[in-house]
């Protein structure tokens, strides 16, 4: 595992295997792969990144959540036998 300075905070390299870069968080996490070969540092970089934004903007997807909690609701409200 190496931790590089241009990684956001929290997100470790491993070069153990030799045609594989492995991109995870410190919790263990995986977050993408990248071959060797073609692996850029922008293109890592970009991987984190994106990453962390997911982890910390409640954006759509917690917007989609509130929706299927309320779909769920009205199906069990629908389906329930009185």
Do not use: Q
């Not at 968080?25 to 540092?41: H, I, P, Q």
């Amino acid at each position: 595992m190496c931790d590089l300075p241009w990684l956001p905070p929290g997100y470790r390299l491993d070069w153990s295997d030799v045609e594989v870069l492995i991109l995870s968080r410190y919790n263990g996490y995986f977050v993408a792969a990248f071959s060797t070969m073609g692996a850029t540092k922008e293109g890592i970089r970009h991987a984190a990144e994106e990453d962390h934004r997911k982890l910390t903007d409640p954006g759509p997807a917690h917007r989609r959540r509130d929706v299927w909690a309320k779909r769920k609701g009205a199906y069990e409200k629908h389906t329930r036998r009185s």
